[in-house]
């Protein structure tokens, strides 16, 4: 863990414009029969883009997943859909090279989008190539128009790093209005009960009060939590937190999960 001064993410912001009436009209209303693992397990390719400009316009809320290379976030997303293959995972870091699109909803109707990013801080990668993606990440981040929310992936062994610490910084402004914001501690089957607690609390402290979970893709632990949190950002007009959802995990082969 890190020993960086905190970054101040304001804990709970007020609620961020999301759809627009017509995605809102359209998109399905909660009830028992839409739980938030059966919405996740919707999910389905939308797009991928190598720059900004070539992703769609739209008004759906959209989730970023950020963080850094190997930190997690194809996997997590693989988790949550219950889709192993849906976004690219693998031991090589730098395996994400663009940004892909996803999208949620029932009966085809696209209520929510989440975006696999890239990850920063792989040493191998050139630095030209450094550089055009730490802009086109910042661009991205900062004007992205239906962007609802930002997952940031953080290996709790390593803690939030100098380029999460500048991430946080360029996205502080869009927190500040509104923007959702959550910590995940990622392969958390890596550590004991004991150490897990320990990087709760430490990242708690860096995220200044802001939402933090431990995730395990490996355990399937925190999958309900974050598939609910993700719900409830992307529905805000749908009311209080759906009750809470039965497993519906597929019995897929487990990816290669790290060692
Ligand atoms: N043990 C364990 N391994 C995990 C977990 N989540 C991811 N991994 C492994 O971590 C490695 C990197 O996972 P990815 O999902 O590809 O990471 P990424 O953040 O998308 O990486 P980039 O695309 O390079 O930015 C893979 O070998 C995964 O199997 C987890 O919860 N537990
Ligand atoms: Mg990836």
Redesign the pocket.
Known sequence: MSSRPSVRVPARPTPAPTASPAVASAAPKATAAVTPMGWMHTARFLTTAAQLHHLPAMDTPEIAFV?R????????INTLTQKKQL?????K????QHINLFALGKQGITDAVLA?L??YG?AAVAKMDKLRWQQVMANYLVSRDNLTGIVM?CDPRHGLTELDDILLEVIRPRVEQGLKFLIIL?????LTRAEQAKALSIARLQAGGGEVKL????KKQGVDEVAQLLWDWTHPADGPSLAPAPTELTEEEP????E
């Open positions: 963080g290379s190997n930190a997690g976030k194809s996997t997590c976004a690219f995972a693998s031991k870091p730098g395996r994400t696999d890239p990850g792989y992936m990622t392969k958390a089957d890596k995730f395990s893709a490996l990816e290669a999960l790290d």
